[in-house]
């Protein structure tokens, strides 16, 4: 399986993971002919789909949660968002059965290297957005070893950290394009909001509470709302700002591609210790594959391969489908093994969009 964006569709993909709107299923894994599809994912604002083809056969991309607890996460997430919005109240009783699925995958799983990202129309961001937050905060604690309850606390924050935004006008939460600042001190907003909402809400404890209010802090105290230190701050809000900001520069948005996951590991690294925190940061990243299985690199042959594999511990070292000569013409693919091949190296990664514009242009010749 691998992601490619539309554009890069041929007759002979075939869809690689279902996709979903509204929890209606749109369009399930094997179905052929996708090009007949290419304007109604459009419309979704869907420009990315997971894809199985003679390439990426037998390329399987891990994620750290199954489809069905996300679908199950996302579904439970919209309700009690559609019910605060009605009705301002949140039951957080509703959303355990979703929170303990999501633990016992993350549990099951705990050295997975996570490389899938979840594509989703425009319109269902936030709810792609949370439950992807929720599995990098989850993660993060796992790893530091935190008990059931505190993962149950940590998972319940990280799922309604953005609850806030349902109480923002939806003209300048959607907006495509650069924020005026008065539209950016609305958005900010979103913080307070959603924590006085959640402090309506008896059975959530306050450490789940404060996700909501401090998650765009930051540890140099340039963050708002308060802009209090993020080191003088509980351990929970510095780990959802490090997810909420991941999954953000991952996703797809109206107004910008996805980021590459080197690319957005490189981000958080960057402004480590003065927006985020460090040993945080590198708990996370261990947890992330660099290169995600199924995306297309330059190796410094000048050669295109796919990755097929991850080596464990040795993110930037994985196994390598390679699929062209030096010249980028196509070749029978073989493997190679780059923690066998040391003097290779990757040059470039997640290379879809300048490579499909070569092919293409190759094609019409
Ligand atoms: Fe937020």
């Known amino acids: 399986m691998r992601l490619v964006t539309l554009s890069m569709l041929k007759p002979e993909m075939v869809l690689g993971k279902s996709i979903y709107y509204r929890d209606n299923l ?31 056969n037998g390329i399987e991309i891990p994620d750290a949660i199954s489809e069905e607890t996300r679908q199950q996460c996302k579904q439970v997430l919209r309700q009690t968002m559609e019910d605060f919005a009605s009705k301002a109240v949140i039951d957080i009783e509703e959303m355990s059965g979703a929170i303990n699925s999501v633990i016992d995958d993350i549990l099951k799983n705990p050295d997975v290297l996570v490389s899938l990202n979840d594509i989703s129309a425009a319109d269902e961001y936030t709810f792609s957005h949370s439950v992807s937050t929720t599995v990098y905060s989850l993660i993060i604690g796992n790893k530091l070893g935190y008990s059931r309850s505190m993962m149950e606390k940590l998972a319940a924050g990280a799922l309604l950290h953005d609850i806030g935004k349902i109480l923002i006008d939806p003209k300048i939460i959607n907006k495509v394009g650069k924020l005026e600042p008065e539209e950016f001190e609305v958005i900010k907003q979103h913080t307070t909001l959603g924590y006085e909402a ?54 797809d948005r109206s107004y910008r591609r996805r980021w590459s996951s080197n690319q957005a590991v ?100």
């Open 26 to 56: 749109v369009l399930k894994e094997g179905t052929t002919d996708l090009l007949r599809y290419v304007n109604s994912l459009k419309k979704l604002g869907i420009d990315y789909v997971y894809i199985e083809d003679s390439k990426s």
């Open 266 to 365: 490189n981000y958080l690294v960057e402004h480590a210790e003065t927006q985020f925190d460090v040993k945080l940061v590198s708990v996370l990243i261990k947890q992330i594959a660099i290169y995600p299985n199924g995306s297309l690199v330059r190796l410094s042959t000048n050669a295109i391969g796919i990755i097929k594999e991850q080596n464990k511990n040795f993110p930037l070292r994985p196994i390598v489908r390679v699929l062209t000569d030096d010249k980028e013409n196509d070749i029978e693919p073989y493997e190679i093994n780059l923690m066998e091949l040391l003097d290779i190296t990757i040059i470039e990664s997640e290379l879809e969009m300048s490579w499909s514009t070569v092919h293409n242009r190759g094609n019409q010749c």
């Open 198 to 251: 959640l402090k309506r809400c008896v059975n959530l404890t306050e450490l789940s509470r404060i996700m909501a209010l401090y998650h765009h802090e930051r540890m140099d105290g340039k963050g708002y709302p308060t802009g209090t230190k993020a080191g003088e701050l509980h351990e929970f809000t510095r780990i959802v700002a490090i997810a909420d900001v991941y999954d953000a520069l991952v996703s």
